[in-house]
């Protein structure tokens, strides 16, 4: 079945880095799009970024633009999301997304926390 597991988040100061990692099972990874979402407390997910199939198309959230890099590696079955300049209000728990067969799968989630 298919299964995404993410890791690399946690506890950052403002201005920091930090890269997250996706690690996908079950599917033919390299067919399929991926994504990243956030949901911050008491918000709605929000769709950050989105790769194509072969990596060749990236989009942003406007609110990441600049800042992060959704990346991925076919031989791998993994997709990254490199976050730089890290801010306060990017403090979410980060999901790893995948529509297979027109069912959409999601990771547990890993917390970003961006605080002094």
């Known amino acids: 079945q298919v299964q995404l597991v993410e890791s690399g988040g946690g506890l950052v100061q403002p201005g920091g880095s930090l890269r997250l990692s996706c690690a996908a099972s079950?599917?033919?990874?390299?067919?399929?799009?991926m994504s990243w979402y956030r949901q911050a407390p008491g918000k709605e997910r929000e769709l950050v970024a989105v790769?194509?199939?072969?990596?060749?198309?990236?989009t942003y959230a406007d609110s990441v633009k600049g800042r992060f890099t959704i990346s991925r590696d076919n031989a791998k079955n993994t997709v990254y999301l490199r976050m730089h300049s890290l801010k306060p209000e990017d403090t979410a728990v980060y999901y790893c997304?995948?529509?297979?067969?027109?069912?959409?799968?999601w990771g547990q989630g890993t917390q970003v926390t961006v605080s002094s």
């Open positions: 790769i194509s199939s072969a990596g060749s198309s990236t």
């Open positions: 079950g599917f033919t990874f390299s067919n399929y799009a």
């Open positions: 997304n995948a529509r297979v067969f027109g069912d959409e799968y």
